[in-house]
């Protein structure tokens, strides 16, 4: 059975070049560009993770996608990423300093774009290991 990891991000070149990172290290990826149809998607087929941007259709799109999944008993055990541009972009520093943080956003990892393929790929496999 193959993994499924949905990616959520309103930037098409994102969702192209992290669908091929992420297929490259064997995933299949699903992809979307708002946060309303990844959850239509969810609902139909249970990904294995969630990686999503934090800034969408709004400014915390990312998070309320992270704690709508955390708050339904269905997902509340997906990992979820947040991959974001919000410091480079607006000048916000969401960088999680601890485990608790992370729990706050409702995520198990946080990175600032542009992320590193090797990091990523790595850090989706410690979380579904």
């Known amino acids: 059975m193959s993994v499924l990891i949905l990616l959520v991000d309103d930037d098409r070149d994102f969702l192209e070049m992290n669908r091929g990172i992420l297929e490259a290290g064997g995933f299949q990826v699903d ?9 239509e998607s969810m609902e139909k087929r249970k990904p294995d993770l969630v990686i999503t941007d934090l800034m ?3 400014l915390n799109s990312g998070f309320s996608l992270a704690r709508k ?7 509340a ?5 947040i991959v974001t541009a919000v410091a480079s972009k607006r000048g916000f520093d969401f960088n999680p300093q601890s485990q608790a943080e992370l729990e706050v956003m409702g995520c198990e990892a946080y990175f600032d774009k542009p992320v590193s393929p090797d990091l990523l790929i790595a850090k989706v496999k410690e979380l579904l290991s």
């Open 69 to 75: 999944i955390k708050s339904d008993p269905r997902f």
């Open 31 to 39: 992809c979307y560009t708002d946060t309303d149809t990844a959850w």
């Open 77 to 81: 055990d997906l990992p979820v990423i």
């Open 56 to 58: 969408m259709k709004s």
